[in-house]
């Protein structure tokens, strides 16, 4: 049983993988991740394997005090991929992004991929056929744009998400629910149009924290999973093993 670990910049999420069956996932507080993950190990004793990719200050040498009973894999940006990396400054390119596209092209082979990861940040990752890892987009999130519009005005209110079903906003709550999801969502549909008419044998890939709240609402035809990127790590890190 492998024990798959993304920390991310909010949060960091877990999952349980046997012979290829995602069985359980969590989601654990940053404050107290090392006893969050010593309960999973604890309650979990067929883990053999912890498989781990971090955006944030967390490194391998957090992990030291496992290795002793359990293989460690500290996946990040040297480890080798499924993709020719292309990215003008591929030592920038975040682990994250390097594995949503190593995902695409492991669960997707011989397509276009566009892989849309909607967490604190909206990014934009293309792959193609001929895996090759080209680049894509970064924007703020959903929460940040929130945030954005109520820290750096003196009088706009903070909100928390939800969908407006209208466009014109006719007070400053519905105002900024229209600009801050309408706008998410134009952008969202706005690159998925400049990628297909560019590309054909296309596949998009929508996952991230907010993945499903902007999968009811996007009409194109993609594929939603919101555990896309822990599903990557565990088959990176089976793709390595196999190499």
Not at 47 to 61: A, C, L, P
Not at 223 to 229: D, E, G, I, R, T
Request: hydrophobic share 40%; proline share 3%.
């Amino acid at each position: 049983m492998t024990l798959a670990i993304d920390i991310g910049n909010t949060r960091t999420k877990a999952a349980l993988f046997e012979e290829n069956r995602l069985l359980k996932t969590f989601v654990i507080e940053k404050i107290d991740w090392k006893k969050s993950i010593a309960t999973i190990l604890h309650e979990n004793t067929k883990i053999t394997t912890i498989v781990v990719s971090s955006v944030g200050n967390v490194t391998k040498k957090d992990f030291e005090e496992w290795e002793n009973r359990y293989e460690v894999v500290f996946l990040d940006v040297h480890s080798k991929f499924p993709f020719t990396n292309l990215y003008q400054t591929p030592n920038t390119l975040g682990i994250d992004r390097m594995l949503v596209a190593s995902g695409a092209v492991l669960q997707h082979p011989n397509r276009n991929r566009l892989v849309i990861d909607a967490g604190t940040c909206i990014t934009y990752d293309f792959v193609n056929a001929s895996n090759e890892y080209l680049g894509g987009a970064i924007s703020p999130g959903i929460h940040l744009r929130y945030e954005a519009l109520h820290t750096f005005t003196a009088k706009l209110p903070l909100l928390t998400m939800e969908h407006p079903n209208y466009f014109i906003g006719n007070d400053t709550k519905t105002a900024i629910h229209s600009g801050v999801i309408n706008g998410v969502l134009n952008e969202i549909k706005g690159f998925i149009t400049a990628y297909e008419e560019e590309y054909s044998n296309f596949i998009i890939i929508l996952t991230g924290g907010d993945s499903e709240f902007l999968a009811n609402r996007l009409k194109n035809t993609i594929f939603a999973n919101p555990n896309f990127l822990l599903e990557s790590l565990y088959e990176t890190y089976q793709y390595l093993h196999q190499k």
